[in-house]
């Protein structure tokens, strides 16, 4: 009879695992390899595209929401200026808030007269997605982790740590994890520049000094004074 029983406890025990282990890959919405999330991230940093004049905006687009492209012409005093030049080639995917685009839909948006880029504000952040424009394509600092990972749509930064495992130690760190603020902002870390596990290259956009997708590099302690948290997704393979 006690073998009986623990027989079943034991078959319970294994079906409970497994259920819990199904329900934790449901959790992952894609699986995708180191090497494919840094391919992705360097095709936006090396994305070579033409506007026209048609693709710059200042003003309110046609849903009431304000839009700037980060053209050379734009010069604010309060932020950074813009960079691209119309008929001119340009390297790398400019910001935008809210977007979400690949290269590919990209250079179709901008065929079809959309604008290129728009810069972060404070009233955007404050707004949210009520600020993204529909008529502007580019990609923002989540956007492009969510792009990399393989994600089917844009996770903010309010939403990336709950797909991922936290990295508390940071020699541990892997091209691929991220470095995020929450309600703010995320970096791709793509490996460390000095041996002594101080400075670290990332992959993000929209970051000084450009508005667009770049490889900055910073002090990790840069990063862990603003508040910075190291994740890992679940779903990247080695």
């Known amino acids: ?4 029983v623990l027989a079943a406890c034991t078959r319970a025990a294994a079906l409970i695992v497994l ?10 919405p894609s699986r995708v390899a180191r090497r494919e999330v840094i391919a992705t991230a360097d095709r936006y940093v090396r994305h070579v595209w033409k506007p026209t004049e048609r693709n710059v905006f200042h003003g309110v687009d ?30 790398g995917l400019p910001y935008m808030w809210g977007g979400f ?13 959309k604008y290129a880029g ?39 930064t309010r939403e990336l740590a709950a797909l991922c495992e936290p990295v508390t130690e940071f020699a541990q ?13 995320v970096l791709m870390f793509a490996g460390w520049t000095d041996a002594k596990r ?14 667009k997708v770049l490889i900055n590099t910073m002090p990790l302690r840069f990063l862990l004074d603003q508040g910075y948290t190291a994740w890992r997704y679940r779903g990247i393979t080695d």
């Open 19 to 28: 259920l819990e282990s199904a329900v934790r890959a449901e959790e992952v």
């Open 101 to 113: 685009d690949t290269p590919e839909s990209f250079d179709a948006a901008l065929r079809a007269g």
């Open 198 to 211: 101080e400075r670290l290259s990332a992959y993000e956009a929209g970051s000084p000094p450009t508005w």
């Open 173 to 185: 760190l892997k091209p691929g994890d991220i470095f995020n603020l929450h309600n703010a902002h």
């Open 1 to 4: 009879m006690l073998t009986s």
């Open 118 to 156: 728009d810069i972060y504000t404070e009233e955007k952040r404050r707004l949210l997605d009520a600020a993204v424009s529909k008529h502007a394509t580019g990609i923002d600092c989540s956007g492009l982790i969510s792009r990399c990972w393989k994600l089917s749509r844009s996770y903010s």
């Open 62 to 91: 046609p849903n009431g929401v304000r839009v700037d492209t980060p053209d050379a012409a734009f010069q604010p005093k309060d932020t950074r200026p813009g960079w691209w030049q119309p008929r001119k080639s340009n390297a």
